[in-house]
C-alpha cells in the first residue's frame, strides 16, 4: 500500500516563498512519476508539475519559473518549492503518484497566499 504524506504548508505573504514535501512509503519510490497537485475552493484539481524517475521537470505555464520540484530518493521525498507567491495560488496541494494501475493521493496541505 502506497502512501503519501504532504507537509510544509501554511500562510505566506503573496512574493514570498514556501517549500511543500511529500514523504512516499510502500514503494520503490525512485522509480516513481511523481506529480503535485491544487484545487482552490470552487476549482477543479489543476495540475502543478511533475518530475519523473530520473528528476525530469515538467510545469504548466501558470508556475513555470517559480514552482520547482525535486526530490531525494533517498528519503523517498518529493519537494515542491514556491517562489514569487501569488494570491491566486491559494488551494490545498496534493502530491500524486503511481504504482501498476492505481493511482495514489497524499491528505493534501493547505497553502494561504495573503496580498
Known amino acids: 500500500q502506497v502512501q503519501l504524506v504532504e507537509s510544509g504548508g501554511g500562510l505566506a505573504q503573496a512574493g514570498g516563498s514556501l517549500r511543500l514535501s511529500c514523504a512516499a512509503s510502500?514503494?520503490?519510490?525512485?522509480?516513481?512519476?511523481c506529480r503535485w497537485y491544487r484545487q482552490a475552493p470552487g476549482k477543479q484539481r489543476e495540475w502543478v508539475g511533475t518530475i519523473t524517475s530520473s528528476g525530469s521537470t515538467t510545469y504548466p505555464a501558470t508556475v513555470k519559473g517559480r514552482f520547482t520540484i525535486s526530490r531525494d530518493n533517498a528519503k523517498n521525498t518529493v519537494y515542491l518549492e514556491m517562489n514569487s507567491l501569488k494570491p491566486e495560488d491559494t488551494a490545498v496541494y496534493y502530491c500524486?503518484?503511481?504504482?501498476?494501475?492505481?493511482?495514489?493521493w497524499g491528505q493534501g496541505t493547505q497553502i494561504t497566499v495573503s496580498s
Open positions: 510502500g514503494t520503490v519510490f525512485s522509480l516513481n512519476v
Open positions: 500524486n503518484t503511481d504504482k501498476g494501475l492505481r493511482s495514489y
